[in-house]
């Protein structure tokens, strides 16, 4: 009997990366096809529960805005990583390799390249990141999460196909909860920003809350990410306020969380916006400040658009302003009810079918035998 296709998905160690790729592991094994995982250092606990036959290391590094030594060093951590992929991918002898974005992703795709691999990025944000721009040229497929996205090299729109940004099982189990009714009760308000953005939230939220009339502060149920070390601070803060909050700083049930939460206030990632708008739930975001790219900018102004969300820079995020924002929404809930429902229309929830598709239509699977839909050429 031939052995079945072997996937080899490449994606940096952070969540950002690892989640969509985890959505189409699990696309790619309901096609029958086997999927190994690419990754760096970061991975941890998060490529634990990956469902991949076998996760294979790869050395990475980012070589941008740094000093020159630094930037040299990087470039050899990427050279050695091409080297390991070079191996692994001889081993593995995989159809096709896809590749997620961030530096992680080059030693892979360059090796899959070289080695006349079918290979495929896909993009999850509105501006096309710097990884991505450098491997563009060089891929058979090209994937998008968003229907517009800038910063894509000349002379490979013929390879551009719309998908969507894949979200894992979790998100969509959450979708199926229906926007929670306010009728009078509590505003269910979530904060959290990830890894860069925790600090921000713990510095502003309690000001803002502090900010707000008493007889409004008496209407949240707050549950909020912060750091370790702001915990305390943060903690403090709200109990002087008597404001009913939770607070952890790491939500490994985020999912869920949001489907109850009736406002989101968040940074705005590619994975945070396609889980949003696939959950179908509100939002003010605040982009992180200081990327190249302006990447979570062009995310967040793709919500802000359609009416889904709020977007505050982070230079105009102060106490003052997000209690406004936050007021404005207490006072009028039918504001909230149009914002989640604009949401959801925008929600892709079969991303993860499309890429799939995309992936074994590239390897000569049939991917439409169980009635997956084909995504969109660019």
Do not use: C, W
Not at 108 to 117: D, G, N
């Amino acid at each position: 009997m031939t052995e079945k296709p072997l996937i080899l998905l490449a994606a940096g160690g952070t969540g950002g990366h690892l989640f969509p790729a985890e959505a189409l592991a699990n696309a790619l094994n309901g096609l029958g096809l086997r999927v190994a995982l690419a990754t760096d250092h970061r991975a941890g606990a998060l490529a634990g529960s990956f469902p991949a036959e076998e996760i294979v290391g790869i050395a990475a590094a980012t070589p941008s805005g740094r000093s020159p030594a630094q930037m040299a060093k990087a470039t050899i951590v990427l050279g050695y990583g091409f080297l390991q992929a070079s191996r692994a991918l001889r081993r593995l002898r995989p159809a096709a390799v896809v590749g997620f974005g961030g530096y992680p992703t080059v030693p892979p795709i360059a090796a899959a390249s070289m080695l006349r691999i079918q290979t495929v990025i896909h993009e999850q944000n509105g501006v096309m990141g710097r990884a991505n721009r450098f491997l563009a040229g060089r891929v058979s497929v090209i994937a998008t999460g968003f229907p517009e996205v800038t910063g894509i090299p000349a002379g490979v729109a013929a390879r551009i196909v719309h998908t969507g940004n894949p979200v894992r099982p979790a998100v969509l189990e959450a979708a199926r909860t229906p926007y929670p009714a306010l009728d009078g009760g509590k505003l269910r308000l979530l904060v959290f920003g990830g890894s860069q953005g925790a600090r921000v939230m713990s510095d502003i939220v309690p000001g803002a809350i502090a900010v707000l009339p008493e007889e409004l502060r008496a209407k949240l149920d707050l549950t909020q990410q912060a750091r370790e070390e702001d915990l305390e601070r943060v903690r403090a803060v709200f109990s002087g306020l008597r404001v009913q909050a939770e607070l952890q700083p790491f939500f490994k049930d985020l999912p869920r969380r949001m489907s109850q939460a009736h406002l989101v206030v968040s940074r705005s990632g590619a994975s945070t916006v396609a889980e949003l708008a696939v959950i179908g739930r509100p939002s003010i975001l605040v982009p992180l400040p200081g990327a190249l790219d302006q990447d979570q900018a062009a995310n967040a102004q793709s919500l802000a658009d359609i009416g889904a969300a709020a977007v505050i820079p982070q230079a105009e995020f102060t106490p003052e302003r997000l209690a406004s924002e936050i007021r404005s929404r207490l006072e009028d809930p039918a504001r909230l009810t149009q914002a989640a429902q604009a949401a959801k229309i925008a929600g892709r929830s079969d991303a993860a079918q499309r890429l799939a598709a995309s992936v074994a239509d590239l390897v000569g699977v049939k991917a439409f035998a169980k009635g997956g839909a084909r995504p969109e050429q660019g």
